[in-house]
């Protein structure tokens, strides 16, 4: 990482987004509930390592993180964001429920909205 990049990261005050860590292998079942870890795919060991080392990592490089943390309300997700910054500085936000629709086949106008929200997001 560029002496540059890292101090312009160690300044603050910018979001960073990340995917949660590996999942184990199939599909969500068709009957996803997100209270139902069972319905989905869950972290694999190695995604537990991965968002362990994920957290340690930015303490080690000295990145400033504010809290809560924001993580979908997929299993895989808030579990990421809990190894990687302690289960009590987490925040579900129902918004990624939306962006995970994104995954669906949506008629083009309810597309257009959600990528439009995303869009808004992100900036």
Known sequence: MSRLLLDFLRKGGLIIYARHGEATVGRDLPNLTFQNCLTQRNLSEKGRRQAIYYG???????????????????????????????SGNVQVDLFWVEVYKLSESLPSGERQRILNRLQSAIE
């Open 56 to 86: 340690e990592i930015l303490r080690y490089i000295q990145i400033p993180i504010n809290f809560p943390v924001a993580a979908s309300p997929l299993c895989r997700t808030i579990e990421t964001a809990q190894l990687a910054f302690g």
